[in-house]
């Protein structure tokens, strides 16, 4: 394949459900000529409370339904999947890039107490990788990592108006011991979390940075991209197209909480 083929392959997204639109979402604003391929596992969704084990399995799988296409880039647009990776790629012959590293660097830049907040998964928070990622940038900063086991569900059925007050009891639980330790910056370890991120910013107070674990994805892959020469040069929209392991049915009916264009897309399923 030439040089010039490659720049107009499609960026690679995956997440273990539809979380990871966010960093779609955050694809098409700041690079909207590219094309994307998107594969959520929702059959499988959520990895969040397996083990690492499992998990990597799943993450060669997902990553082998995006290998069928042609991919100039793949993104692990998941907390979950991203954590458990640590600093390792599963790909070698492209740029590759998880949610952590991306998230943790904007959060070392950003805090000035140097206290920073995590929130993911189970399997996220236990396996540290937030936390290594930021001390591996900034050994002395001080981090307080909470898991938050119910919230993947609540954004999942939809759960997630501002007014919502078992999503915000829920948020409250969690994110209080944060608050409470003084974190002036909170990663939002997850892909589901920014859909309710004005509940969060509600708790948190305002002066507090959130940060968005996929759109944070987003930009570093556009940076790895533009580094690596692998921008398409197409001057015309780039455009979507949705794989997922459960119905399109479901895939309609959720996407809209996450990128509301997607719900009316070009969506597919396929057995894994
Ligand atoms: N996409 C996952 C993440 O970002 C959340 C859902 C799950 O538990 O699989 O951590």
């Known amino acids: ?41 929702t059959a499988r969704v959520p990895y969040g409370t397996r083990s690492r084990q499992t998990i990597l399995r799943y993450t060669k799988e997902d990553i082998a339904v995006l290998r069928q ?16 990776l640590g600093m390792d790629s599963p790909v070698e ?19 000035k107490n140097r206290h920073i907040g995590i929130i993911g998964t189970p399997a996220t928070i236990r396996s540290n990788g937030y936390v290594n990622a930021i001390h591996a940038i900034d050994p002395g900063i001080a981090v307080t990592a909470m898991a938050c086991p119910l919230l ?15 999503t915000r009891l829920a948020a409250e639980e969690y994110l209080m011991p944060i608050k409470k330790a003084g974190a002036d910056t909170l990663i939002m370890g997850c892909t589901h979390y920014p859909i309710i991120r004005e509940i969060i910013a509600d708790i948190m107070g305002e002066h507090v940075n959130l940060i968005s674990a996929g ?17 398409t040069d197409r001057t015309e929209s780039g455009h979507n197209i949705y794989y997922v392991s459960d119905s399109v049915e479901s895939f309609r009916e959720n996407a809209r909480h996450f990128l509301p264009d ?8 396929l057995h894994i």
């Open 1 to 41: 394949m030439t040089e010039q083929n490659k720049n107009q392959n499609a960026i690679g997204v995956f997440d273990s459900g539809l979380g990871g639109l966010t960093a779609v979402k955050e694809l098409n604003r700041i690079l909207p000529q590219e094309n994307i391929i998107f594969f959520g596992d």
């Open 69 to 84: 296409h042609p991919v100039k880039m793949i993104i692990a647009a998941c907390g979950t999947v991203s954590s458990a």
């Open 93 to 111: 012959d492209m740029p590759f890039t998880g949610v952590v590293y991306p998230a943790a660097r904007t959060a070392c830049t950003l805090t």
């Open 152 to 166: 993947v569900h609540l954004v999942e059925y939809g759960y997630t108006n501002r007014n919502n007050q078992i």
């Open 215 to 231: 759109e944070e994805a987003a930009k570093y892959a556009k940076k790895c991209l533009t580094q690596q020469h692998l921008l």
């Open 262 to 269: 997607a719900a009316d897309g070009q969506v597919f399923s």
